[in-house]
């Protein structure tokens, strides 16, 4: 099963987040049917993978072990 890559910032599928130059921007409506205006910056990560809430997950574990054992 091909689990989808979901945004940490606004819950919406990575691949509804286009690139505009500078950053990303979701194109997902919220239920209001309004435009999500989530903008992921390019300056923080490398690729918008960067942004997967799962990675996110692990990256703070990983930091918070560290924090922990010092």
Known sequence: MDEKKVCCVCLHEL???FDE???WRCHCLGKDGYQCEC???KER???IEGYEINRRIQEMKE???KELNM
Request: aromatic content about 20%.
């Open 45 to 47: 990560f490398e690729s």
């Open 15 to 17: 691949s509804y987040h």
């Open 39 to 41: 903008w992921l910056r």
């Open 63 to 65: 930091e918070l072990k």
């Open 21 to 23: 130059e500078s950053g």
